[in-house]
């Protein structure tokens, strides 16, 4: 750690060509200076910016930083705080309201049984690819519908409103919608949730919202719990499908070390969690004034932790840029940790465990279709880091 002071201006719009799994090169250099860095908010406020495993892990762990939406300093007006329900951007005790009747519904034990429905709703998939003929785009075909089926039939999403709502989360999750489109798709999901809670308190059927109208949470409420599940459930777990599909064929050995040994797949999926970080970085905001890494952050003061490069850090994982599925330090923090750690992390792993290793199984020459330089990347502004499309083919 040659300068603790390094200094970060803005954060970096994109990544070094021929290196989509990497962390922007910027991020990469700040945790080489030190796993602290100061860093300027693009709207001139200042703050800091955290890329050390120890120091992210600490923080999300420390309650005198805030999740509070309203909270955040990062621009020169007021935020308002997040709507009911909303528990992501919320701190204690309105979090767990929202987050304790969900904690039961998303256990090891109730994934588990969903394993069944999961292969099923992969091989119907996959069926269809099998059908259509190579070339396809593995994020529509695969990796999006997946996914999403999983979480509609949790929820209790009508089959037929599916394709709509996976439209209108997939606008205001790509990072590259316009102020105008991105309120008229909050507001139409908004309309639609308001509609399924309503729906669901005058004819409960067998599903977890149903389950929670029987709770003494308020429509609103429930809509915002459901915008959240529907959301992360949809976006995380289509991403690292899609894009640790694609880290696979870039390594043919770790794809060949999985193909050849089945029972690898759950290495493969932490060590995939680990080395794309698709959730890149969260925010926080100092209550009080706390020392991070020999540093004061000042009360009102908001911090970047950034994820992707917290599980790159060269002093927690041997080898940090390398795809290593036999890799032995696990730990890494890409559902987060502390009171905020991912509700749906067991159900993204079984989905992941089911699919990567049925799309192996049912594509032996998989491979891409065109160029890796030329798989269009999502934006760095996109929350959750991703490919728009990955065209795919196979031997028939």
């Known amino acids: 750690m040659s300068d603790s002071l390094h200094t970060v201006t803005t954060l970096p719009t994109e990544r070094r060509p021929g290196c989509p799994f990497d962390p922007p090169a910027e991020l990469i250099d700040a945790r080489r200076h030190g796993p602290i860095s100061r860093y300027t908010h693009p709207g001139g406020k200042p703050g800091w910016l955290i890329t050390g495993y120890d120091l992210v892990r600490s923080v999300l762990a420390d309650p005198r930083f805030s999740s509070r939406k309203e909270l955040l300093n990062v621009v020169d007006f007021e935020i308002p705080p997040a709507p009911p329900g909303e528990f992501l951007l919320m701190d204690e005790p309105q979090h767990g309201r929202y987050r304790k009747p969900l904690v039961g519904r998303f256990t090891a034990r109730r994934m588990r049984l969903l394993t069944e429905r999961i292969e099923q709703i992969t091989t119907d998939c996959l069926d269809a690819m099998e059908k259509a003929g190579p070339p396809t785009d593995l994020v529509n075909a695969f990796a999006k519908p997946i996914p ?29 919608t316009n102020d105008e489109d991105l309120i008229a798709a909050y507001t139409a999901t908004q309309n639609y ?40 459930g949809f976006d995380t777990t289509a991403n690292m499908l899609s894009l640790g599909t694609f880290a696979l064929l870039q390594n043919p050995e770790q794809l060949a070390a ?17 080395y794309l970080s698709v959730a890149k970085s969260f925010m926080r905001t100092a209550l009080v004034d706390v020392e991070v ?17 917290a599980n790159r850090d060269p002093e927690r994982f041997t080898d940090p840029h390398v795809l290593d ?72």
């Not at 089926?149 to 990072?175: A, H, K, W």
């Not at 308020?218 to 915008?227: F, H, R, W």
């Not at 029972?263 to 060590?271: C, K, M, R, S, W």
Request: proline residues 4%; glycine residues 8%; contains cysteine.
């Open 148 to 176: 999403t089926i999983v979480i509609c039939e949790l929820l209790g999403v009508p089959y037929e409103d599916r394709d709509s709502f996976q439209e209108q989360i997939d606008t205001f999750m790509n990072g590259e």
């Open 193 to 232: 949730l308001a509609q399924l809670v309503a729906a669901k308190r005058a004819n409960p059927t067998d599903d977890v919202l149903s389950e929670l109208t029987d709770s003494d949470l308020t429509d609103e409420e429930l809509q915002g719990i459901s915008l959240i599940l529907l959301a992360a």
């Open 258 to 274: 999985l193909r050849a040994d089945p029972a690898l797949v759950d290495g493969a999926v932490e060590e995939l969690l680990r």
């Open 293 to 309: 890494g020999g540093q004061t952050i000042e009360a009102g003061t908001t911090v970047v932790l950034s994820y992707s490069t």
């Open 325 to 396: 599925l036999h890799r032995q330090d696990g730990g890494h923090l890409a559902f987060g940790h502390g009171i905020h750690l991912c509700l749906g992390q067991q159900l993204a792993r079984i989905e992941m465990r089911v699919a990567f290793s049925a799309l192996l199984n049912r594509f032996p020459t998989l491979r891409l279709a065109l160029p890796a330089e030329e798989v269009a990347l999502r934006p760095e502004a996109a929350d959750i880091f991703g490919v728009k499309k990955l065209p795919v083919t196979w031997d028939v």
